[in-house]
């Protein structure tokens, strides 16, 4: 019986192993391509493409800025925006102008302010890094409170008035610092996923351990079932009825053997000639091409817009 036992939990482990391999939950070494915040507030900035504002008031915005990217430990970028962009090549602008300044999967984010008197005008909240566990689920929020600081579509507005929406920016991000809003961050276009595993931080095309768990327990039902399945089914089958000893059917006293030898009917002798020349396999000395070095895939972002 114990031994019957050993044999279903063993069943049981290989049929769950198995099951895991093609669910693709085989145990391996986490790529990342997270890069982090290489501490320097001072890139952080606004960019006025609109030229709204003086010289003066961009220093001083610029200096909140660095401020806050001292204090949040992340990049940030505010675009003022005077070009009309559709929604796509919104996002897509967006994306490709936080990695132009601070790498691809860095900690971060960009703010851009449609003022291209496009209507509805189209705000854009891209995120890098940890940024994107802080803020995607706060996102509709932020954009939500700044509706009542920025002029809706059409409206005119003054100078004075976008500076005080920049400064309440800022502090929305204090405000959703520090805490994550989602446990995780799928990026769809890229593959891949965003999420600590303990106090790191992952960007990797492996799923978190909180999207496994399901497949993994999936997995050990459906191993147990058809463990217990081949079970029965051998149990039925054989009986497991007591192995048969082929000794009770001889007598010992009546076989006797009087002469054992060896006899040879047939005497071969193998020869195989060999051959003093050497093979010459020569390995061709191809050469390694170049690759066409330069080129970087844009990392992975969170982010959205809305209309105002």
């Known amino acids: 019986m114990m031994k019957r036992i050993l044999s279903l939990i063993m069943t049981a482990i290989m049929c769950g192993c198995i099951l895991m391999m093609f669910t693709g939950c085989s145990v391996s070494v986490t790529p990342n391509n997270y890069k982090g915040w290489n501490g320097i507030w001072q890139d952080s900035c606004l960019l006025d493409d609109r030229n709204l504002f003086s010289d003066t008031q961009r220093q001083e915005l610029d200096e909140m800025i660095q401020e806050k990217s001292r204090e949040l430990e992340m ?10 962009r559709s929604d796509y ?8 102008t936080y990695e132009s300044i601070f790498a691809p999967d860095t900690d971060g984010l960009m703010y851009y302010l449609d003022l291209s008197s496009k ?7 891209s995120t890098s890094g940890k940024a994107i566990l802080f803020y995607e689920g706060n996102r509709n ?25 920049v400064e309440e920016f800022l502090n929305q991000l204090s405000v959703y610092a520090n805490n994550r809003s989602t446990s995780y961050y799928h990026d769809e276009s890229k593959g891949t996923y965003i999420y600590y595993k303990g106090d790191k931080l992952y960007v990797t095309t492996k799923k978190p ?41 001889l007598s010992r006293d009546s076989v006797n053997f009087t002469q054992r030898s060896d006899s040879h009917i047939r005497t071969y002798q193998s020869r195989t000639r ?28 969170g982010g959205g817009g809305h209309h105002r």
């Open 89 to 96: 090549d919104t996002k897509e602008f967006c994306d490709y």
């Open 141 to 165: 929020n932020i954009f939500n409170h700044m509706d009542l600081y920025l002029p809706s579509s059409g409206s005119s507005y003054e100078s004075d008035q976008i500076y005080r929406a």
């Open 209 to 249: 351990l909180i999207l496994l768990l399901p497949i993994w327990f999936a997995s050990a039902i459906i191993g147990l079932v058809t463990a217990l399945i081949t079970f029965l089914i051998s149990k039925g089958h054989y009986k497991f009825k007591p192995k048969t000893n082929p000794s009770v059917y």
């Open 274 to 301: 060999i051959s003093s020349g050497s093979s010459g396999g020569g390995g061709g000395g191809g050469h390694r091409s170049s690759g066409g070095g330069g080129h970087h895939s844009s990392g992975s972002h």
């Open 119 to 125: 209507t509805p005008a189209y705000d854009y909240i």
């Open 75 to 84: 990049n940030i970028l505010i675009y003022v925006n005077g070009t009309y």
